[in-house]
């Protein structure tokens, strides 16, 4: 594989991408002392291959939901660059940002909420090709809509149709919502942890039923979650967040089964597992301690006042950026040889 | 919204509603004022009452200041009740001379205490004529109550009153009955033709008058050439001492019409300034808090300036240096009262632009429009729906109040202008109540039915003001 070969590959690079919060001050706050931010996503790099699932991981906290409306334009960074497809969209307008949503969709984590209850199931389904005027005729959109829940597989569609979203079950919402992202035929979705709502039972489902929409239409995921069971059965890669930074990316299977970085390994520790005579205990964990407000973070290495290695260079030296382990797999900590 | 939506929300909507007396009350009430509305026609005692309201002609007829007919009801005198009378007997005879004499004949049973202030005689007539007009007393006696000749009449309306001709004729009567001391130092301009023509004829008659009760008859007569002159369309109008349903103002003017004739601008003012105001206060307020920022601030920059304009004084000086018409005085205030509902709804479509499914909305590419509008807006509408009938009795109250400092429009009649005209005719110093009371107690009940019926849309809409 040549450079060019790789270039075309690549469907999302997100370079260096920042964004700060100003919470409004008080008029005698603002005047005085320097502004307070909340640096929400502090300086992301991260890239997409065109076709695969790419899995951002994070407590809640961690910026990782912020991203992903980054990358939906939905608000625009302070500072970075997002390139899809080879198009600068770190700040386009009207009719390319139109474009652009057509290509880029997104699937919401509250499949509730996520959809106005006033609408009748085609009325959702029908909003995007009103608004990109795909087709005029009524019936033809019906036919779309039909073609789309069926990807879904909404069976019969027709019985679908005419309900509102509450008389649905959660499962069944969201995939009415993939639907309505794949009913414009895009490139990317980006999925903000779309089973974290849904029973358990039907998790599988829905992830089965998103893969397999993946394999037919060749679909790019920006799957975004804070669940390592999920990411590892559903990612091909995955990138973890804390505090609005990657500790670490790779290969799903990699990074799960050989995991670099001490966040990524207290995270894994902390899947609990239905293991037979151990149902009872509860995990001791790693790390202690909340996720540090992003208003405050701490200097040095940003997760060192809860890494149980954390030695003073951690907080003393500049923050580590990600370093290559081999085989694709990258890390952010520098004592990992030590730790290892 | 599709239609068979809105009549699921319509009836689910009614399922509520029917449990709120007060609601009902004020529907019941609204229903009953649209369909007065709709028969103003029919129920108009005087059709032409709305466009002649301030005509004095189209009222000469009437009595000033007569009090509702109903009023005979209380204990007291009988009054003779104001009312048209219609011909029964028209006949013809031939005179010498190839003149025609055509009579009619009117009876009018009179039953009261009190006899009426006049009797006055309509025809249209064409040609060269003598009227008379005779009253024929149930004990036999007549008065020729007056007597004119016309000449030239094309097609012309004679109006004869008993009252500006008949004294001559009354004082004759009298001095047949009265004692010769009595008549001695009393002229013909002493008369009141009406008293003496319903009093029984006897000694002191002048002085205190006893109501001769039984029919009477009013015989008028048309002396003409036969074949040249036409007489046609003759009534007699009993101009009595009670009228109509809630009497007449100084002006003669019949109150019940008048306010019959308001009740339509009165819901016409309400509901189109606060339907207007309304739309316009929601659409603001879904704007400021969806596109937020500096938008926002200086949306909200001028609803304060707007909010904080005295209305009043404003409208004192404009209906002063312009001449205020209706529809200038509704878009004043819609000017300025448009800012009722638009914190509250800046403070709902914070709450909503804040759902999961705008942003969806905007993820799948809606411009603002669609989100304001297919989104936004109809969340908002019960809302609206409860704040219009909220605010519909202030904008009553306040047209009534400008019509009450003279500042409304002259060409209408208004409940506001009837209690305008009641100050200035001194009617509360003249004891005239049916002038005043019922226009300011309707003023009430619009407000109130209009109130009811938001309290009870605010209750079912906003379910957490609900007591139960």
């Given at each position: 594989m040549n450079d060019n070969d790789k270039a075309s590959d690549v469907i999302l690079t997100v370079e260096n991408l920042k964004k700060h919060f100003t919470p409004h001050a008080g008029l005698?706050?603002?005047?005085?002392?320097?502004?307070?931010?909340?640096?929400?996503?502090?300086?992301?790099n991260f890239s997409i291959r065109r076709g695969e699932i790419f899995g951002l991981i994070g407590e809640s906290g961690s910026g990782k939901t912020t991203t992903g409306k980054m990358v939906m334009k939905l608000i625009d960074p302070t500072s970075g660059t997002i390139v899809f497809n080879g198009e600068d969209v770190t700040s386009i307008h009207r009719q390319r940002l139109q474009a652009y949503r057509r290509r880029v969709?997104?699937?919401?984590?509250?499949?509730?909420?996520?959809?106005?209850?006033?609408f009748k199931i085609r009325e959702v389904l029908e909003e995007p090709l009103v608004i990109h005027r795909i087709s005029a005729d009524r019936r033809k959109r019906g036919e779309m809509i039909i073609k789309a829940l069926n990807e879904v597989k909404m069976n019969p569609p027709e019985d679908y149709m005419g309900r509102f979203p509450h008389m649905l079950s959660g499962g069944q919402r969201q995939r009415v919502a993939t639907a309505r992202t794949l009913i414009l035929n895009?490139?990317?979705?980006?999925?903000?942890?779309?089973?974290s709502m849904i029973d358990l039972s039907t998790r599988a489902e829905i992830l089965h039923m998103m893969k397999d929409v993946q394999r037919d239409l060749g679909l790019t995921y920006l799957y975004i979650t804070h669940d390592l069971s999920t990411a590892r059965y559903f990612t091909d890669r995955i990138a973890v967040m804390y505090l609005g930074r990657i500790v670490e990316m790779g290969p799903a299977e990699e990074v799960i089964d050989n995991p670099i970085h001490p966040y990524t390994r207290a995270l894994i520790q902390a899947v609990p597992e239905p293991v037979t005579g151990q149902v009872e205990t509860i995990k001791e964990l790693a790390i202690s301690g909340e996720i540090p407000s992003p208003a405050n973070i701490p200097p040095g290495c940003r997760f060192h006042p809860r890494c149980p290695f954390a030695k003073p260079e951690c907080s003393g030296q500049a923050e580590p950026e990600l370093m290559d382990a081999g085989k694709g797999h990258f890390h952010a900590c520098r004592r990992w040889k030590e730790i290892g | 919204m599709n239609l068979k939506d809105l009549a699921y929300w319509f009836n689910d909507f009614w399922t509520e509603f029917r449990r709120e007396k007060s609601g009902l009350i004020g529907l019941a009430i609204l229903a009953t004022a649209v369909l007065v509305v709709v028969f103003e026609p029919l129920i108009l005692p005087f059709k032409g009452a709305a466009a002649s309201w301030r005509n004095i002609n189209y009222w000469e007829d009437n009595s000033p200041n007569a009090p509702p007919v109903w009023t005979n009801l209380l204990p007291g005198k009988d009054s003779a009740v104001t009312g048209t009378i219609k011909?029964?007997?028209?006949?013809?005879?031939?005179?010498?001379?190839?003149?025609?004499?055509?009579?009619?004949?009117?009876?009018?049973?009179?039953?009261y205490d009190l006899p009426p202030l006049d009797l006055i005689m309509h025809l249209r007539a064409t040609g060269n004529l003598t009227f008379q007009m005779t009253l024929q007393r149930p004990d036999g006696k007549s008065i020729l109550l007056s007597q004119a000749s016309e000449h030239g009449l094309a097609n012309g309306t004679i109006r004869m009153a008993a009252t500006a001709y008949g004294r001559?004729?009354?004082?004759?009567?009298?001095?047949?009955?009265e004692n010769a001391d009595r008549v001695g130092i009393l002229t013909s301009s002493d008369m009141k033709v009406t008293d003496i023509a319903f009093a029984e004829a006897k000694e002191g008659m002048f002085d205190n008058p006893v109501a001769q009760k039984g029919k009477y008859r009013i015989l008028v007569t048309a002396i003409g050439n036969a074949g040249t002159d036409k007489v046609e369309s003759c009534e007699i109008i009993v101009a009595g001492r009670v009228s109509g349903l809630l009497g007449t103002d100084n002006l003669k003017r019949d109150l019940f019409s008048g306010i019959v004739a308001g009740l339509k601008w009165a819901l016409l003012i309400g509901l189109f300034v606060s339907f207007v105001s309304v739309i316009i206060g929601v659409m603001y307020g879904i704007i400021a808090a969806y596109f937020g920022g500096m938008i926002d601030k200086t949306m909200m920059f001028i609803y304060y300036i707007v909010n904080s304009i005295p209305v009043l004084p404003i409208l004192i000086v404009f209906s002063a240096v312009f001449k205020p018409s209706l529809m200038t005085i509704i878009w004043i205030m819609i000017i300025f009262s448009w800012t009722g509902?638009?914190?509250?709804?800046?403070?709902?479509?914070?709450?909503?632009?804040?759902?999961?499914?705008?942003?969806?909305?905007?993820?799948?590419?809606?411009?603002?429009?669609?989100?304001?509008?297919?989104?936004?807006?109809?969340?908002?509408?019960?809302?609206?729906?409860?704040s219009m009938a909220l605010s519909v009795p202030g904008f009553i109250v306040f047209e009534s109040s400008l019509s009450l400092l003279g500042l409304g429009d002259p060409t209408i009649v208004t409940w506001g202008a009837i209690l305008h005209d009641a100050m200035l005719g001194n009617a509360m110093l003249n004891g005239v109540w049916w002038w005043i009371i019922p226009p300011g107690l309707l003023i009430a009940i619009m407000g109130m039915t209009f109130a009811f019926l938001g309290f009870a849309m605010d209750k079912i809409l906003h379910p957490k003001l609900r007591t139960r």
């Open positions: 005698l706050a603002s005047l005085g002392g320097p502004k307070r931010v909340i640096r929400a996503v502090d300086g992301l969709q997104m699937i919401f984590q509250d499949p509730y909420a996520s959809m106005n209850p006033r895009p490139m990317m979705l980006v999925a903000d942890e779309p089973v | 011909p029964a007997r028209v006949s013809e005879a031939t005179i010498e001379g190839g003149a025609v004499a055509t009579t009619w004949e009117f009876e009018y049973v009179y039953q001559d004729a009354c004082f004759a009567f009298l001095k047949q009955y509902s638009v914190m509250t709804v800046r403070s709902m479509a914070l709450q909503i632009k804040e759902e999961t499914y705008i942003e969806a909305a905007r993820a799948l590419g809606s411009g603002h429009a669609r989100i304001i509008f297919k989104h936004m807006a109809p969340l908002l509408i019960p809302y609206s729906f409860a």
